[in-house]
């Protein structure tokens, strides 16, 4: 999960979509940036509310049972991402790294700072995608060849 989201490229692409559909419907934004954040905020919220009934459904489905992973498997997937992590390149560590560090406004500006090297923020997105993607695909295969 990212930022409390289940899928932030899957949020992205349904903002995409809507804003998109909004102005091939003849629409006039005034401040296209405000509309497109607004349109964000508003999926999501959307995301949240839907992921929250389905949480609160599958806690009363699942009252007898333990909700949590054991500890082992949470230190096996930590110890599968640092492996994972350390297979990268030095460049897409250092990328992830800054990518994820900070908070508000100084991780604002180091991800301007990661857009303009990596030439546009839809570059780096599509970096992080793909990068995340190649890590979860590690961490799946170390996690099965742990679990054997």
């Given at each position: 999960?990212?930022?409390?989201?289940?899928?932030?490229?899957?949020?992205?692409?349904?903002?995409?979509?809507?804003?998109?559909?909004?102005?091939?419907?003849?629409?006039?934004?005034?401040?296209?940036?405000?509309?497109?954040?607004?349109?964000?905020?508003?999926?999501?919220?959307?995301?949240?509310?839907?992921?929250?009934?389905?949480?609160?459904?599958?806690?009363?489905?699942?009252?007898?049972?333990?909700?949590?992973?054991?500890l082992p498997v949470l230190e096996q997937e930590l110890k599968?991402?640092?492996?994972?992590?350390?297979?990268?390149?030095?460049?897409?560590?250092?990328?992830?790294?800054?990518?994820?560090?900070?908070?508000?406004?100084?991780?604002?500006?180091?991800?301007?700072?990661?857009?303009?090297?990596?030439?546009?923020?839809?570059?780096?997105?599509?970096?992080?995608?793909?990068?995340?993607?190649?890590?979860?695909?590690?961490?799946?295969?170390?996690?099965?060849?742990?679990?054997?």
């Amino acid at each position: 999960m990212h930022k409390g989201c289940s899928d932030p490229d899957d949020l992205f692409d349904k903002t995409i979509d809507v804003v998109v559909g909004k102005i091939e419907g003849g629409g006039e934004y005034p401040n296209p940036a405000a509309f497109c954040f607004g349109v964000a905020k508003n999926i999501w919220r959307q995301d949240l509310r839907e992921r929250s009934s389905a949480a609160a459904t599958r806690v009363e489905q699942n009252m007898a049972f333990a909700t949590r992973p054991e500890l082992p498997v949470l230190e096996q997937e930590l110890k599968c991402l640092e492996r994972c992590m350390g297979e990268l390149s030095s460049g897409d560590r250092e990328i992830v790294s800054q990518y994820h560090w900070g908070q508000g406004r100084d991780k604002i500006e180091t991800r301007k700072r990661l857009a303009d090297g990596a030439g546009g923020v839809n570059a780096l997105r599509i970096k992080m995608c793909r990068i995340r993607k190649e890590l979860r695909l590690c961490v799946a295969g170390c996690m099965k060849q742990g679990a054997n």
